[in-house]
């Protein structure tokens, strides 16, 4: 998806749950309240996104400044530490804020002011597809490397 919106510079009306709800919900041909089940499908799947995200990203940040600490750097980690959890609250908001129904939309755009929301999506799927493509190559690479080592011995 990210391809197909640099690509084409689009921008997503709706939310992956919405559509997916949508769909089959034509598919089945029942009757469903979609806009009721989708909001609160779409609330836990972001909590759960955001709870696993921010549990991994403090052990990652755990572990490297376990590796870096020392007494005399202890007030600049924890500096840094809340710098980098402030930046990544912020830019989960932005996120999120594309998979909100409309009227919630108008909210976060109310608190955040008039930012360029289209630039931010766009850079976003700018940084996931080099950041997917060059962690592709670099796992091909490992795994292409590691029969050689095991041939050698």
């Known amino acids: 998806m990210a391809t197909i919106n640099i690509v084409f510079d689009r921008v997503g009306k709706t939310d992956p749950v919405t559509r997916g709800i949508e769909i089959t919900v034509n598919y089945l041909g029942i009757q469903f309240d979609v806009k009721f089940w989708s909001q609160h499908i779409s609330f836990i799947l972001v909590g ?91 796992l091909y690479l490992a795994h292409k490397q590691a029969p050689e080592k095991h041939m050698a011995l």
């Open 48 to 138: 759960i996104i955001i709870v696993t995200s921010i549990r991994g990203l403090l052990i990652t940040l755990t572990k490297f400044f376990y590796a870096i600490s020392s007494s005399k750097s202890s007030n600049v980690i924890v500096l840094v530490l809340a710098q980098i959890m402030g930046m990544y609250f912020v830019s989960s908001v932005l996120l999120m804020r594309m998979s909100m129904p409309l009227e919630y939309r108008s909210i976060v755009t109310e608190v955040l002011g008039e930012l360029q929301f289209n630039f931010y999506h766009r850079w976003f799927d700018v940084i996931f597809l080099v950041s997917a493509l060059s962690s592709i190559l670099f």
